[in-house]
């Protein structure tokens, strides 16, 4: 189990680099240029090519947390709940505190307002794997029904 979460965390890391620094390009284009690092960061940093590396190496750690965090998921004896509630804790865990060094909030409103898209994005897909499972557990109890039957009539 090790080696697949350690396989999956160095996915997440790469990923999350590439996704952390997509986003900040499409922002700059969006803005209507600029540079993809805060100014914040780049002070903190002495440079633009070292924030860049900071903002890299921080948003490869989001992805990590995100995909190690995934793990959980191979939890049997877990509820769904415990197991989502775990994931998204460690990913807040992770995001909150790289979001401020990078300063991509101007304010802890926007902070509460993004944390609150990902609760309710959480809570969606917790209720549509809740969804899931619930049929799934009826098409077994089915399958289970018709092979007892059978057995009984042989």
């Given at each position: 189990m090790l080696k697949k979460t350690l396989k999956r965390a160095g996915i997440g890391f790469l990923l999350g680099m590439a996704v952390?620094?997509?986003?900040?390009f499409l922002a700059v284009v969006a803005n209507g240029g600029g540079s993809i690092v805060s100014p914040k960061t780049m002070e903190m940093c002495g440079g633009e090519a070292e924030?860049?590396?900071l903002q890299s190496f921080l948003s490869g750690l989001i992805g990590f947390a995100g995909c190690a965090g995934m793990t959980f998921y191979e939890m049997e004896e877990w509820s769904l709940l415990r197991i989502m509630s775990s994931?998204?804790?460690v990913i807040f865990a992770v995001f909150v505190p790289v979001s401020y060094v990078l300063d991509?909030?101007?304010s802890l409103?926007?902070?509460l307002i993004m944390s609150g898209m990902m609760l309710?994005?959480?809570?969606i897909v917790w209720r549509i794997m809740c969804v899931i499972c619930k049929r799934q557990v009826k098409e077994l109890?089915?399958?289970?029904?018709?092979f007892n039957e059978d057995n009984k009539a042989a």
């Open positions: 952390g620094n997509l986003i900040a924030a860049l590396l994931h998204l804790g991509w909030f101007g409103t926007d902070l309710v994005s959480y809570f109890n089915e399958l289970q029904r018709k």
